[in-house]
């Protein structure tokens, strides 16, 4: 069973710095999992940010986010993590970890598995 539990979210200033965690506890056997990290802004739809696979360690990110943000993965504390920096009033959002067995996939329709998510709040 996947269980997915996200912290760290809050209110923080344009320009700051914040890093959210998700605990992630999933099946050991078959094919490793992609890691990801989704936002909702307040009256939109859900966004992808970014995803590591767990299996190359390689990362992927929307275009909005590089260069400013940094996912990372702890497997001996299966711990995901979202790294912010230089953030804006649009990263503004509802932000949950998400697991798929599998490469990454940036739709969200592509995984199955999701926390409740945490609140992050830039305020200019």
């Known amino acids: 069973q996947v269980q997915l539990s996200e912290s760290g979210g809050g209110p923080v200033q344009a320009g700051g710095s914040q890093r959210l965690s998700c605990v992630a506890s999933?099946?050991?056997?078959?094919?490793?999992?992609?890691l990801a990290w989704f936002r909702q802004p307040p009256g939109k739809e859900r966004e992808w940010v970014g995803c590591?696979?767990?299996?190359?360690?390689?990362?992927y990110y929307t275009t909005s986010v590089k260069g400013r943000f940094t996912v990372s993965h702890d497997g001996a504390k299966n711990t995901l993590f979202l790294q912010m920096n230089s953030l804006k009033p649009e990263d503004t959002g509802r932000y949950y970890c998400?697991?798929?067995?599998?490469?990454?996939?940036?739709?969200?329709?592509?995984?199955?598995?999701w926390g409740q998510g945490t609140q992050v709040t830039v305020s200019s």
């Open positions: 999933y099946p050991l056997d078959g094919e490793p999992p992609s």
């Open positions: 998400a697991a798929r067995k599998g490469a990454c996939f940036y739709d969200v329709a592509r995984f199955p598995h």
């Open positions: 590591i696979y767990t299996g190359t360690g390689n990362t």
